[in-house]
């Protein structure tokens, strides 16, 4: 709102030079992909592979149709296999790509780095930070590279906002709110994720708290404090309606998931900082620009108006590139763990009704009834 009794703001009306350089791309074409898991997600990611002319070579799937009516849709000259031993055992395989459930998956990561596979894990990662240390050390012993599925990271408009903040265009941050109508629950009410006690506040929103780890990653959290609903007609067993503040102390940063919602299917953030502020509004999985208004001037950054399969493109390509340059992806093992530990803090949370310092959380809650078994 305009201030009646003060000067117009000397910055007003300049354009500011945004920029936020294209993905980074692997330079060989010499990596050979082998994608285990080929349901829905597999599927877009091997879309995505298939558009930036990787080699997948070969399909792993529980069953072998599934495998083949990939193959079939994108990679005709792959192999294609139920049994992930011989995956492991194939010399030309240099990736592993693991698209499958959190409950199997772990140990599907351990074989693949023992096997001496570069690997990239779905997310979330784990269900205990434990044992993401541990998996993150054995890539390091075996000297391969281990990249979480954090496909977020490069979704265009929250690429977009971590650039921004890290190029310091708004200063040092003062709070940060996020916001998400969809139908969530029609996606997913005939998949066996719909079956997830945690579908929305886990398996979707790591996405939102693995961001705010990164945008807040020198500030301690004080505490984290969700509460979870469900509407009349919703067709998920699983809570749709998630509220979640994450309390640094002097900032304070807003989570507000709304994964039932019939007749909209849009997004929000406004993040504010100590010289300016950036915004975005678009849809629940992308849009067109993201803004900026600073004490320098007003701009914006063009962004995908869509997360898939462009992001899952992005994961992949930051693996690519860490192997290539012989670094630490940016989607590191370890960097996945902060927004997990958040995630943690708001699952155990949500089930006791009381704020959760994330420091003393280091495992998924299950209330000892069994919900969520």
Sequence with gaps: MSNPYGEQSKSEGKL??????????????????????????????????????????????????????ARDEFFPQAAVTTDYDSVLKDPKVTVVDLALHLNIRPDYVRRALLAGKHVLSQKPFVENLEQGVELARLAEQQGVTLAVNQNGRWAGHFRALRKLVSQDQIGELCAADFTVYW???????????????????????????????????????????AITGSRDGQLVKAPTLVSVLIDFGSVQATINLRASSRYTDTSGFEVVGSRGRIHFAGTSLGGERVEVVNDQGTGSVAVDSDWFPGALKGSMADLLCAIEDQRAPLASAESSLKGLALCFAALESAATGRPVDPAEVSTRFVPHNGAGD
């Design 16 to 69: 500011l030079d945004l920029r936020v350089e294209p993905l980074p791309m692997p330079r060989s074409q010499d990596h050979r992909i082998a994608l285990v898991g080929c349901g829905a997600i597999g599927k877009t990611q091997l879309q995505a592979y298939r558009d930036a002319g990787w080699n997948v070579v070969v399909l792993c799937s529980a069953t072998l149709a599934s495998a083949e009516a």
């Design 183 to 225: 139908g969530h629950d029609e996606i997913f009410c005939d998949h066996v994720l719909g079956q997830d006690p945690d579908l929305i506040l886990y398996d979707f929103a790591i996405h939102w708290f693995d961001l705010i780890a990164f945008l807040f990653a020198d500030r301690k959290v004080r505490s984290v404090y």
